[in-house]
């Protein structure tokens, strides 16, 4: 009755849960630290937070291979059903059951333009419930810190993957503050040394993580992976 979720680099991640694949943001073929190639990996459900190329990365490939869903704020999902996808679309608030689980978007501080510079809408976080087992994880994308992590944290969150790289989203010592606020059993760090400017001490994160709070800190390398 587990899930498994596995950090595939940067931050995109592979979820299997039940009998379903879904990848996160998809960013692999340019994605100097993927663990695996966009032409092998499965996906039954694609979840894109925004539009940006290094999250919105090789979906396209790997939907038009595999015939995956993609699912997204609507106007990622208007543009890719525009161009002959499988789409959902949702928004920031609002929640659908989809056969693998519960999906809610939060809230997201960050841009969304898409690679061509069309509408990318507004940028999200995923809130997954899985129905395999009913543990909760929280994508927050590429964000800022938002005082209503908390009100996600109520949710009760067994697993959230908070980007910590700074220069684009949170930097070390905001994602400190978004786990005191979300209060997650477990967060994996992401969106981290994948380029220059977003190079961090991902050790002396985890160890301020766990001296300050009661969450785990998973520092995964690419390809491996937690179990819910």
């Not at 786990?179 to 477990?186: G, H």
Request: charged share 20%.
């Amino acid at each position: 009755m587990s899930t498994s979720i596995t950090f595939l680099g940067h931050a995109a991640f592979s979820i299997k849960t039940g009998e379903f694949s879904i990848l996160v943001d998809p960013f692999l073929s340019r994605n100097p630290l993927a663990s695996i190639s966009a032409d092998k990996v499965e996906a039954d459900y694609i979840l894109i937070t925004h539009g940006h190329g290094d999250h919105l990365g090789d979906a396209a490939a790997i939907a038009k291979r595999t015939g995956a869903l993609i699912i997204s704020n609507s106007e990622i999902c208007d543009w890719f059903e525009s161009k002959g996808f499988n789409v959902h679309g949702q928004h920031i608030g609002g929640g659908f059951t989809h056969p693998f689980g519960y999906l809610k978007l939060t809230n997201a501080l960050h841009g969304s333009a898409l690679p061509d510079g069309s509408n990318g809408g507004n940028p999200a976080g995923f809130l997954l419930t899985f129905k395999e087992n009913g543990k909760k994880a929280y994508f927050a994308g590429d964000t800022g810190l938002f005082g209503d992590m908390r009100l996600i944290g109520e949710e009760g969150i067994d697993l959230a993957a908070l980007p910590i790289g700074d220069n684009f989203t949170m930097g070390p010592a905001d994602a400190l503050r978004a786990v005191r606020l979300l209060q997650p059993a477990v967060v994996i760090p992401i969106h981290y040394n994948t380029f220059p400017p977003i190079r961090q001490d991902v050790a002396a994160w985890a160890r301020e993580v766990e001296a300050q709070t009661s969450t785990l800190v998973k520092v995964l390398s690419p390809g491996e992976s937690v179990e819910l």
